[in-house]
């Protein structure tokens, strides 16, 4: 429904005022009288204060004409109408009101008629004009839609490696020449993983939310903000190379602060001009990617480039952990199990390549690896079937490698929990003593019946005792502890094959290799050669 058309009347007489008042129906026009002035000093305070859309005026009134009136109207820009009335028909008035865009010019007396039809002709125009205007609104809010749905596709464009989306950008005037251009990609933590805890509604609220925010925070920087898949991307562009990370981190403070909501954002590197913004897109992506490993909820720059490369021979350093952690769990030392598996995910970490699939892999097979020995190790090795199926699924679901490393070293508690269940008694303190004395001299003599004197034991009660709690002879043991610490020697120093030998118990260096052979499948120096990248 139309508004009613605001009208101000004006003269210096006020009998006149009172009979245009009521000389027509206003209302049944659709004009509404919002004010009254007996003088042009008035007419002047009532345009400012009143705002009407059309005044009709005695073009001679003290303090300020009709003329001056209507020519402060003009010069000031002002769409509002003027209907003058006049006692008499003086053409110099009359030629200047019309210069100026008076309507009409009517002569007092005035009649119903005279002013019901100028008050109507009015009315119409500036409907007309309203509506125009109107129209005008819509159709730039259409043009501002139309070229932010463009800017929008180029972007998607210009990201995925078409150069000619930044020729198409420069052209509507959306981009500038800078020294650099930066993508920065934002993913929601809460429903990254797949198991949102929002309904779609909800999801929907918290996306139009969130790309508000990101909009007021770098649009007037000059950034632009557009959809990538499931993710709202920003291009920057700047000239001092901290500025995206800066700018990056008042918005994750403002997302946190007031959307009370879990963000990533990925700063890509800096590519040298929008031509290039794919590559720091892909960089951005990568950054994303880091979040496994660094953690949820924060700002992560990609610094791939600083990162040095895989290296094999790191998994080296693994299975050294790996064997600490295995010598901790048959010691039954909680302790030290729960150190080693810390060390050991440090370790699965700087190896990983910054893969969560490869860190889930190494991870799984150390536990693997761990049930198959302890599995030998034990005598109850019968009831073990290696881990449980869902153990895989558990690890690949970690959302971060954080979760994942809660997931492992609770494995590693409850091995050692059934480790320790099948010992039990006085028998425990002996058998950890006989570990803990081979751990110690193993380079030495060692035999079975030292070691049963040590217990005040016989010898052939000890081998019983030994066999029942642990699943194997003791000289098989005894083998196994020395061929591990040879392992250990060979892949992290330089000594020769000779040497090693003498260090874990063996005189003859030939027999050492067969030894190591038996237990490895490789003979000492084609084993270390095989850890070489």
Known sequence: MNRSIRVVLADDEPVILRGLKKLIAWESLGLEIVGEASDGIELKALIDSAAPDLIISDISMPGFSGIDIIRGIHESGRSIKVVFISAYQEFTYARQALQYGALDYLIKPVNTGQLEQAAGKAAALIRQESEEERNKEMLKSYERKNVTGTIEELLEQLTDGNKGAAAALARIGNTSITRYATVCAVETDEYSSGSSRWEEHERKLVEFALSNIIKETVESGGGYVFRKGE?????????????????MEDLHQKVNSYLKLQVTIG???????IEEADESYRSALKALKAKYFSGLNRVIAD??????????????????????LLEALKMLEKEECMLRAGELLAAV??????????????????????EQELAEYSADAAAQHGPSPLLLEQFTAAPTYAALGTAFCTAVQQLFGQLAGRLSGKEMPQLLQVKAYVEEHYAENITLESMAAMLYMNPYYFSSFFKKHTGQNFKHYLTEVRMNHARRLLLQSSLMIYEIAEQVGYNNARHFSDMFKKKFGKLPQEYKQSWKP
């Not at 291009?235 to 190379?241: F, I, R, S």
């Not at 610094?303 to 600490?324: C, I, K, P, R, W």
């Open 349 to 370: 970490a700087r190896i990983s390549a910054g893969s969560p699939a490869q860190a889930v892999t190494h991870l799984y097979n150390t536990v693997v690896q761990l």
């Open 303 to 324: 610094d791939s480039g600083a990162q040095a490369a895989y290296d094999l021979s790191s998994t080296a350093g693994l299975a050294e952990v790996q064997l600490a």
């Open 231 to 247: 993710r709202l991307c920003i291009l920057l562009q700047h000239e001092q190379p901290d500025m995206p990370q800066e700018l």
């Open 267 to 273: 700063v890509g590197r800096p590519a040298g001009g």
